[in-house]
């Protein structure tokens, strides 16, 4: 069966070094195991390789996390608009095998749009990596409203990724044991989850699918926490009467779930108990995540209809990026 891998990562040396030298931000050594480092930087045959070792298709490739938010303004444009060019030279190299989420200046809104623009008939790009806030500013901030029109007008669907919570958040709510443990507490063990989850409940308490009602966005990881907990948070619909539905409905209408090489029936059955396989990605998370042929196989298999395996596999990537 075909498959298509929506989130799989990769960055740049200006990147990586920026992120080293001047972010801050610790969850960088989560890049540095093993081989991680190698595979982040290889867009090329050497990925291909794995691919076809591993039985997938198609990647759509995104910057590793946190991609270029976060930088001021000049060098998040610069950074960019780099990884955009680079991304789309390794497409046009491997154009049955690859195609790519954009990486937007998110510090500089204006410049987010233009680079979106930029893009917008270049078709190695697909779609859009971003990230629940760009240093203090949360994604559903007014000032990327622009931003957030354009990739409806464009059809560019926006994964919303997790990124590690702001410093006071981690030091009230992940601080208090040895660095490691803190640090994974903060990020895969559960506050990368919050974060992204919460901007996606945002931008719904925001008004932003009322505005923008072809606006398409995925959420990794099953949902981030929040699909599980949806009954409970729909009950800010009596609250957010300015909204034109209620809050759980936009999950059915303006929100995808990747499974993030997550591939566990229990979180599957789950899901389509708030929503159907129409909206449900299959990803891989490479090179964090390296989910193999067999792995994939037996997960399809959980599905009992063999329509609803094609759409996991390839059919709702190829219909939401628009790759078929």
């Not at 960055?11 to 969850?27: A, F, K, Q, V």
């Not at 998110?106 to 990230?131: F, K």
């Not at 919050?194 to 932003?208: C, H």
């Amino acid at each position: 069966m075909k498959t298509i891998a929506i989130e799989e990562h990769w960055t740049t040396p200006g990147i990586d070094r920026m992120l080293r030298t001047e972010s801050g931000d610790p969850s960088i050594a989560h890049n540095d195991r093993d081989d991680l480092p190698e595979r982040l930087f290889d867009i090329g045959d050497q990925r291909v390789a794995w691919m076809d070792e591993a039985g997938i298709d198609v990647q759509i490739l995104s910057l590793a996390p946190p991609g270029t938010h976060g930088c001021p303004a000049p060098q998040g444009i610069a950074l960019s608009r780099e990884a955009n060019d680079l991304v789309s030279e390794a497409v046009a190299k491997h154009p049955g095998r690859f195609r790519a989420m954009t990486a937007l200046p998110m510090s500089d809104p204006d410049a987010a749009v233009a680079e979106l623009q930029r893009t917008a008939n270049d078709p190695a790009h697909v779609g859009i990596m971003s990230y629940g806030r760009s240093g203090e500013r949360p994604l559903d901030d007014p000032a990327y409203d622009e931003v957030l029109g354009a990739a409806a007008a464009l059809g560019r669907p926006v994964f919303v990724h997790p990124q590690i919570p702001p410093e006071p958040v981690r030091k009230a709510s992940y601080s208090g044991f040895e660095p490691d443990l803190a640090l994974g507490l903060a990020t895969y063990g559960l506050g990368w989850h919050y974060e992204a989850g919460l901007a996606v409940i945002r931008l719904i308490l925001r008004g932003t699918f009322d505005r923008h009602p072809e606006l398409q966005v995925v959420l990794g990881h099953w949902g981030e926490v929040v699909l599980f907990a949806l009954d409970r948070i729909d009950s800010l619909s009596h609250t957010a009467t300015h909204l034109e539905r209620r809050v759980s409905e936009y999950f059915r209408t303006n929100i995808h779930l990747a499974t993030s090489g997550m591939l566990f029936p229990r979180m599957l059955r789950t899901a389509l108990e708030y929503t159907s396989a129409d909206r449900i990605l299959l990803s891989g998370d490479y090179p964090f995540h390296r989910p193999g042929s067999a792995a994939i196989t037996e997960f399809l298999k959980e599905l009992p209809n063999e329509e609803d395996r094609e759409k996991i596999a390839h059919a709702n990537a190829e219909a939401l990026y628009g790759l078929s």
